[in-house]
């Protein structure tokens, strides 16, 4: 694996620049606290010798690592799809940015800018301290957003729903499905007129002994049994 040390201040790279991520994966440093690293274009995983073959498809691949301060923020492409990557994301310090759209006009668009869902070995996980923001696009029309990913929660963290910020597009319905693990205390901010969701019929459900506090003028809800958060 190797390590990208951004030192610059925030910079989009364009949607032609995509990151591929080997089997021992690579860690991207993001090291000013005011500075957006933004991958416009996909994180990929790299083939193995059984896909390549045509026996087998990518279920595992390397760990995106996120170090620094600052902002690291994914866009997947134009169609806020990382399907392709099946690594682990591992947010150690700063804050992971989720910028995700594409072009509906209608209905609920499932986007996989997280990569695959398939277990805890292709999860999201934030440390200590870190966060996670939700920043879907705007869509060209009634649109709601929903992510499914593995995810856990260690402590101290936040996690802020929004959208882009598009002139007189109100924010779109934002769904989280998955098994979330909560094990210490999550903030999570839902700005006016927003609605964010925990699991609607999905499978999905909440575990941990951590708290939940919500901030902001929109609307959380939790939409399915959780019987292990206590």
Same mark, same amino acid.
């Given at each position: 694996?190797? /390590? ?32 957006? *690293? ?46 392709? *990557? /099946? ?65 856990? *929660? ?41 609605? /964010? ?24 809800? *939790? ?8």
């Amino acid at each position: 694996g190797g /390590a990208l040390r951004w030192t610059g201040d925030s910079v989009d790279l364009n949607t032609e620049r995509n990151f591929t991520f080997g089997g021992n994966g690579g860690v991207i440093d993001v090291v000013k606290g005011d500075s957006v *690293f933004n991958i416009a274009g996909d994180i990929l995983t790299e083939n193995n010798y059984l896909f390549v073959n045509g026996s087998a498809v990518n279920h595992t691949g390397g760990d995106l690592v996120k170090m620094g301060a600052g902002t690291l923020a994914l866009t997947g492409g134009t169609d806020g799809s990382n399907g392709s *990557f /099946a690594g682990m994301i591992d947010v150690r310090e700063g804050t992971l940015r989720i910028l995700a759209n594409n072009t509906a006009t209608s209905g609920t668009q499932t986007l996989t800018t997280f990569g695959t869902n398939r277990s805890f070995t292709d999860s999201t996980i934030f440390r200590d301290g870190t966060n996670l923001e939700l920043f879907y696009g705007s869509a060209a029309g009634g649109v709601e957003w929903r992510t499914e990913e593995w995810m856990r *929660f260690e402590g101290n963290n936040m996690l802020s729903f929004g959208q882009t910020p598009v002139t007189g597009v109100t924010n779109r319905t934002t769904h989280i499905n998955g098994v979330i693990d909560v094990q210490g205390a999550l903030t999570v901010d839902v700005p006016v007129s927003m609605t /964010a969701r925990f699991n609607q019929s999905s499978g999905g459900y909440l575990m941990g002994t951590g708290n939940i506090t919500k901030t902001g003028q929109g609307v959380l809800e *939790f939409r399915d049994n959780n019987v292990l958060w206590t």
